[in-house]
């Protein structure tokens, strides 16, 4: 069974930059592309992104010139970055696995932007 | 973007009646729809991939159909634990974009 566990930061200020990353286990990187998706608090699922093991990216426009994502084979890892935070940035942020609809995710994490 | 809009925005429900969902996108994205639901505090739950193809694990009272721009998620007598909020997904056009949740009550 594949499991997706997913660390970062979780409290940062404005301007900084939010970290996350997302190992998978039970299964390999190849042949996936690799999400992430955020739910600001009550509110709907957002994609933000997704990566292919081979470092092929897709990004939401709405965040494209923020985001950037990684993946590391060798630790069978995926990795988000987005730079310049604000407090609309707070949400839970989730990782999931595509080979067509989602069919795996990670526990999801909230990150918090507050001053 | 393809914007989906989904309906209704809330349903009250009673266990084992049939449920059903509608997802409509903004332009045509054949079948390339997917359903989740979603528990309080819970990870999003893969329900139909493709607008009608099941998952395996996936109790068999959820169904989909729809082509095109149209799509329904049906629940065949619901049931308690079915209470959460349900989305649709287009995997068709970049970006990826998620319908507003229908909040399913019982």
């Known amino acids: 069974q594949v499991q997706l566990q997913l660390w970062g930061a979780g409290l940062l200020k404005p301007s900084e930059t939010l970290s996350l990353s997302c190992a998978v286990y039970?299964?390999?990187?190849?042949?996936?592309?690799w999400n992430w998706i955020r739910q600001s608090p009550g509110k709907g699922l957002e994609w933000i992104g997704e990566?292919?093991?081979?470092?092929?990216?897709n990004y939401n426009p709405s965040l494209k010139s923020r985001v950037t994502m990684s993946v590391d084979r060798s630790k069978n890892q995926f990795s988000l970055n987005l730079s310049s935070v604000t407090v609309a940035d707070t949400a839970v942020y989730f990782c999931?696995?595509?080979?067509?609809?989602?069919?795996?995710w990670g526990q999801g994490k909230t990150v918090t932007v507050s001053s | 973007e393809i914007v989906l809009t989904q309906s209704p925005d809330f349903q009250s429900v009673t266990p084992k009646e049939k449920v059903t969902i509608t997802c409509r996108a903004s332009q045509d994205i054949a079948t390339r729809l997917h359903w989740y639901h979603q528990k309080p505090g819970q990870s999003p739950k893969l329900l139909i991939k493709?607008?009608?193809q099941s998952i395996p694990g996936v109790p068999s009272r959820f169904s989909g159909s729809g082509s095109g721009t149209e799509f329904t998620l049906t629940i065949n007598g619901l049931e308690a634990e079915d209470a959460a909020t349900y989305y649709c997904h287009q995997t068709s056009l970049g970006p990826l974009t998620f319908g507003g949740g229908t909040k399913v009550e019982i």
């Open positions: 990566i292919s093991q081979s470092g092929s990216t």
């Open positions: 999931a696995r595509r080979p067509d609809g989602l069919d795996f």
């Open positions: 039970g299964g390999s990187l190849t042949g996936y592309y």
């Open positions: 493709y607008a009608s």
